[in-house]
Structures are given as C-alpha cells and as structure tokens.
C-alpha cells in the first residue's frame, strides 16, 4: 500500500467536528421551532367581560368557579372533569354539589382555594367583593371575569371558557345552541302584543330587576315590557304602592318554591292589580331565569309561555287601579 494511499485515507477529524457541530446546531434549531410552534399552539388568549386580556400557557387543567352560572357554563362545554371547586348553590348539574366548596360569592376561603392550586379561577364581579378579587390577583392567581349584561354575551362567554379549557369544539356546540334556543323564542314572541310585568325576587323589602339586568332583554324577546325597566339600576326595591300604581298585567315570583308561595298568596289580596283580576300571578324558576347560563334558554322559554297565557286572559288595554278599601 502507498504512502500516498495512506495520507489520502487519514481523517480530517477538525472537518468531521465541524460538521457534527453544524448538524447539532440545525438539530437543535428545527427543535426549537417545533417546541415554540407547539408552545404557541398550547397558548390561549381570551378577552373576559371586563375587557380584561387572559392568556394562560396551556388550557387550564384546574379550574375554580366562583358563581352558580360560571359552574353551569363550565359543565356545559365539557369542562366539568377540570372544575376543582366551587361556591354555594352550585347544585347543577348534580356532579357540581360533589366538587368542594370553597365558600359563597360574597364570602370566600381563600386558604382552600390556594390548597386546590387552579390555574384559573372563573369570577363574577357582581357577585364578589373586589377585594377579594384583588387578594386573589396579588396572590398570583389569573381571574377571567364572567358578567354577561346582554344575551350573546352568555354564549360568548362559554366559547371563551371553552377557549381556556381546551373545549373549543364544545363550548361552540353549547353556544349556538343558546343562540338557536334564543333565536326561535324571538321568532315566535317577539312581535307579539305587548305584556306588562312585575317580575319579584325578594318580599323584604319587594325587590325587582331593572333596566341595566340582562332579564329585560328576556322579557323584550317574549314581547313584554318591564313595569320597572326605567329604573337605572339592577335590583332596585319597592314598596306595595309603587306596584300598584304599575298596575302589572302579570306578577311572577321568581323565589325559592316555600317563598314564592307566600308572595303570591300575598299579591292576591290585592284585587284591584290586573294581574290578580286574570289569575296571572306565578310562580317562575329562579334558577332557569336569574342564572346567566346555558339554562338561561329554559327560563326564557318559560316566561314567554307565562306571557303567551296572560294574553289569553288580559284585556287589551290596562285597567285603573283602584283605592284599596
């Protein structure tokens, strides 16, 4: 064999370094682009009904509700199997009352909610004092913030919680049929002839819902009109008189079955109310009609049906009240 042979055959090992280096340095940066592409796939950014920019990593795996309705969203786009803890009156679907309660909206165990480690906690502003929300932020947690005013808002919202959770397909097949549920209501009541209502959710004192509540955009979709819709507030509270001056075509009482009862028994001795005249005092679901969430389609279909009887039964044009004796 050749010297030449030999010196031709020898390896230039300072080449092969380079070379390995530079595959590496390719290796390493096609990885790098894959796990940031898959970084920013797992990513998710949603605006919640503050206005308020949530961004979480990944979707939540550990989610805390903080409102009835935010549970009920929650279940509604498959995201049951993540939710961790829970308020008061979350009692729906029947799985909720089996997840741990970490206090009511107004009052909260902040201790148990960092035990349970969320990655997201579901807020309703209305319901919570902002201290505590604050307290909640300082301690690290990220707060999406569910206060639907209008009727979209409610399908909105479980399409961006369904964003948060990773339940995007679901939370899509809950909401349009929200909208659906909403949409035929309209079509069918919607340009019917006028109801005037009364619509009570407290006796001490006698409480209604207003014109900034997202009720009265359930009452407009079953062609009525709120007695009290001028008032600019949510809840405000009235006395007897103030009723009777309305004059209501129909009083529904949306209490729980044992208060409801009471309260109707007690407008009926109010015979001069036209409601009381045509037996158009009721009784409603609170929890179909005053929780802003998917069964808000259930509480809507219901009162317009309470609506469509009244008709049958009003006269067409209101009576005077008259003087108790």
């Known amino acids: 064999m050749s010297r030449s042979f030999l010196v031709s055959a020898r390896v230039d090992w300072g080449y092969v370094r380079v070379v390995r280096n530079a595959v590496v340095l390719a290796y390493l940066a096609v990885m790098a682009a894959f796990l940031n592409a898959q970084s920013a796939q797992a990513q998710v950014s949603v605006v919640d009904d503050l206005g308020a920019r949530i961004t979480l990593a990944q979707p939540a795996k550990r989610v805390i509700s903080l409102a009835p309705h935010i549970t009920e969203m929650l279940f509604a786009v498959g995201a049951g199997k993540a939710v961790v803890g829970v308020v008061d009156y979350s009692d729906f679907p029947p799985e909720a009352k089996r997840i741990v309660n970490v206090g009511s909206s107004a009052r909260l165990d902040v201790e148990r909610i960092v035990s349970l480690r969320p990655d997201l906690i579901v807020v309703w502003p209305g319901g919570t004092p902002i201290a505590t929300l604050d307290k909640l932020r300082q301690l690290g947690f990220i707060l999406f913030s569910s206060e639907p005013r209008h009727l979209e808002q409610v399908a909105s919202d479980m399409e961006r919680l369904a964003e948060l959770v990773g339940t995007g397909q679901e939370g899509a097949r809950a909401a349009a049929s929200f909208r659906n549920s909403m949409a035929a209501l309209a079509a069918q009541y919607s340009q019917r002839p006028i109801i005037t209502l009364f619509y009570q959710i407290w006796d001490r004192p006698i409480t209604t819902v207003a014109g900034e509540q997202l009720l009265n955009e359930v009452f407009t979709l079953c062609g009525g009109r709120n007695a009290f819709?001028?008032?600019?507030?949510v809840a405000p509270q009235l006395d007897v008189e103030a009723v009777l001056a309305a004059n209501p075509q129909v009083i529904a009482t949306a209490g729980a079955p044992e208060h409801s009862a009471a309260w109707i028994k007690d407008w009926r001795r109010w015979t001069q109310l036209q409601a009381v005249q045509n037996g158009n005092v009721v009784a409603?679901?609170?929890?179909?009609?005053?929780?802003?969430?998917?069964?808000l389609a259930q509480g809507a279909a219901q009162l317009c049906e309470t609506l469509e009887r009244a008709r049958q039964t009003s006269s067409a044009k209101p009576k005077a009240p008259k003087a108790r004796d």
């Open 229 to 233: 819709g001028q008032i600019k507030n």
């Open 284 to 295: 409603v679901d609170g929890d179909l009609t005053q929780r802003q969430g998917p069964r």
